[in-house]
């Protein structure tokens, strides 16, 4: 399903997305700070280094533009402070599984909006939104938990389907309306039917009832 035209404009496209890939750092590193141990310790802060270096990429691209990165990010900063608020959740593993999801699914939508970006841009984003995330370790860590405490599955379930309500306003928000609301509608249906898959097979791959 094409939504190109739904992309908005790239200012406002790499501002959204670069802040999106701070929070995803931020949150990583609050997930460091709290870890029981120093092998949890590294194997996270190799993950948040990798969700840095995306928001150093796409702040790269708006520079290259012209504009200067802190400016145009400080129109998405309290929308997007308060969804990192309400989603990091109440314990490690809550914040764990936010920085596993959320990151997730909002990389895999902004790399599907990235395509209505101009030529020249529009590669290099899918580029950066493409490298590995080094989520692994967040897996890891989750099947432990889980393994050690069974209960913990039940609770992280229910907190994994809260959070894709969540982000997926995240993404309807990044998307520029083109004025034809039953046209849009008909046009993003499809596309958050596919985030979705994504996000129920990142559950099932932790044991977890999406």
């Known amino acids: 399903m094409d939504i190109s035209d739904l992309t908005p404009e790239p200012i406002s496209y790499l501002a959204q997305a670069a802040y999106v890939q701070l ?15 120093l ?6 802060s190799l ?14 691209e708006i520079r290259r533009r012209g504009a200067e990165p802190s400016e145009v990010m400080a129109a998405f900063a309290p929308a997007l402070d308060h969804f990192h ?5 109440n314990d490690w593993h809550e914040l764990l599984l936010s920085c596993y999801l959320t990151a997730g699914l909002l990389d895999d939508f902004f790399a599907r909006l990235s395509g209505g970006l101009p030529s020249d ?22 099947q432990v938990g889980i393994a050690a ?28 309306a083109s004025g034809d609301l039953p046209a849009d509608e008909s046009r ?15 559950m099932d791959g932790l044991g977890l009832t999406a």
């Open 47 to 60: 993950a948040a280094g990798r969700a840095l270096t995306k928001h150093h990429g796409l702040i790269a």
């Open 23 to 37: 929070g995803a750092f931020q949150g990583l590193s609050a997930a460091v700070a709290a870890a029981p141990n």
């Open 85 to 89: 608020r309400i989603t990091a959740g």
């Open 121 to 142: 841009v529009g590669p290099r984003v899918a580029h950066v939104l493409a490298e590995d995330a080094g989520t692994e370790v967040l897996v890891h860590e989750l």
């Open 39 to 44: 092998s949890s310790k590294e194997g996270l």
């Open 149 to 176: 405490d069974p209960m913990l599955a039940s609770r992280l379930a229910m907190w994994g389907r809260r959070l894709v309500g969540d982000t997926l306003l995240v993404a309807r928000s990044a998307m520029h």
């Open 188 to 202: 993003i249906e499809p596309v958050f039917t596919e985030l979705i898959a994504a996000h129920t097979r990142r």
